[in-house]
Nanobody
Framework: QVQLVESGGGVVQPGGSLRLSCTASGSIVTIHTMGWYRQAPGKRRELVASVFSNGVANYAGPLKGRFTVSRDNAKNTVYLQMNSLKPEDTAVYYC???????????????WGQGTQVIVSS
């Protein structure tokens, strides 16, 4: 069974930084893409950033320059470094992995449980 577990959320003041981590575990053949979405109260879930297995990253336009996504393929882990945080970055951040499991079905998206980020003075 595949699991994705996030860590690193919390409360930070405006202008501060946080680093989120997410590790995939279980019977996995290949992890193709890993990344992050976020959902603020009353809003739709939106893409933050994603990174392919070769390290090529994509960002939601307004976040590029403040956020950096990276991954460690050996550890099945994706990171999100968030700098110059703003109150509007407050949201639940969800990790996802597009992967092929060893059993239980074909290639698909798997999600973490989410980690809360609050940016407030």
């Amino acid at each position: 069974q595949v699991q994705l577990v996030e860590s690193g959320g919390g409360v930070v003041q405006p202008g501060g930084s946080l680093r989120l981590s997410c590790t995939a575990s279980g019977s996995i053949v290949t992890i193709h893409t890993m990344g992050w979405y976020r959902q603020a109260p009353g809003k739709r879930r939106e893409l933050v950033a994603s990174v392919f297995s070769n390290g090529v990253a994509n960002y939601a336009g307004p976040l590029k320059g403040r956020f950096t996504v990276s991954r460690d393929n050996a550890k099945n882990t994706v990171y999100l470094q968030m700098n110059s945080l703003k109150p509007e970055d407050t949201a639940v951040y969800y990790c996802y992995g597009e992967l092929t499991p060893l059993t239980g079905g074909g290639r698909g998206d798997y999600w973490g449980q989410g980690t809360q980020v609050i940016v407030s003075s």
